[in-house]
């Protein structure tokens, strides 16, 4: 199984239903995150393998100052999200798929995966694909899957791309009482795609 590795340039930092839903997503490959952070200012990196909640919530176990000390914000910043999400040409939007497989996840919850994405720096980098995804983000059972579709090594910007696609979905895919699904593909010299869908977590 190959690894995802988020290399940090400054620091690094419920509705499951009726439904069987199954982690990964069939017919993709999936990939583990593992993410090098530094665990204090100036200080030893670790390696952590996990969503971004798992990562920090490690971290804070190693270093309960770890948030202050890297000015890691919880604070909702829908407005950076928002610019970053209109800077991409998302070429098509998918909403209530694969239900029996996905299915939905709850909105607020993925309002806080955006939100953790949002205040966490560095690049994520994932593997050659096709369909090659990884889940960044996970909780109450609401993930955030981030795919590569490009035939070589990807990277993006930062992991405000990821949550500017999790929010195109809230945005696009309305929530009438069972949650939220979507997938929404990015094109502009690449290929990627971001997933917001129920699992188990």
Same mark, same amino acid.
């Given at each position: 199984?190959?690894?995802?590795?988020?290399?940090?340039?400054l620091?690094?930092?419920?509705?499951?239903?009726?439904?069987?839903?199954?982690?990964?997503?069939e017919?993709?490959?999936?990939e583990?995150?593992?993410?090098?952070?530094?665990t204090?200012?100036?200080?030893?990196?670790?390696?952590?393998?996990?969503?971004?909640?798992?990562?920090v919530?490690?971290? &804070?176990?190693?270093?309960?100052?770890?948030?202050?000390?890297?000015?890691?914000?919880?604070?909702p910043?829908?407005?950076? /999200?928002?610019?970053?999400?209109?800077?991409?040409?998302?070429?098509?939007?998918?909403?209530?798929?694969?239900?029996?497989?996905?299915?939905?996840?709850?909105?607020?919850?993925i309002?806080?995966?955006?939100?953790? &994405?949002?205040g966490?720096?560095?690049?994520?980098?994932?593997?050659?694909?096709?369909?090659?995804?990884?889940?960044?983000?996970?909780?109450?059972?609401?993930?955030?899957?981030?795919?590569n579709?490009?035939?070589?090594t990807?990277?993006?910007?930062?992991?405000t791309?990821?949550?500017?696609?999790?929010?195109?979905?809230?945005?696009?895919?309305?929530? &009438?009482?069972?949650? /939220?699904?979507?997938?929404?593909?990015?094109?502009?010299l690449?290929?990627?795609?971001?997933i917001?869908?129920?699992?188990?977590?």
């Amino acid at each position: 199984m190959h690894l995802i590795t988020f290399v940090y340039l400054l620091s690094t930092m419920l509705i499951a239903g009726v439904y069987a839903m199954t982690s990964g997503i069939e017919g993709y490959g999936l990939e583990d995150f593992t993410w090098e952070v530094e665990t204090s200012p100036g200080g030893p990196k670790a390696h952590i393998t996990g969503t971004v909640q798992e990562v920090v919530s490690q971290l &804070l176990t190693i270093n309960p100052n770890w948030k202050s000390d890297f000015n890691f914000s919880e604070t909702p910043t829908r407005s950076t /999200v928002l610019s970053r999400q209109l800077s991409f040409p998302w070429t098509g939007i998918l909403c209530d798929i694969r239900i029996g497989e996905w299915g939905y996840a709850d909105y607020y919850a993925i309002q806080d995966g955006i939100t953790y &994405l949002n205040g966490v720096p560095g690049i994520p980098t994932a593997g050659p694909g096709p369909g090659n995804c990884a889940r960044v983000s996970c909780s109450y059972d609401s993930a955030i899957y981030w795919c590569n579709d490009e035939t070589q090594t990807f990277s993006l910007p930062g992991f405000t791309t990821i949550a500017a696609g999790a929010l195109v979905i809230l945005d696009n895919c309305p929530d &009438l009482g069972p949650g /939220v699904n979507g997938q929404v593909f990015a094109q502009f010299l690449q290929n990627w795609n971001t997933i917001v869908r129920g699992d188990n977590c």
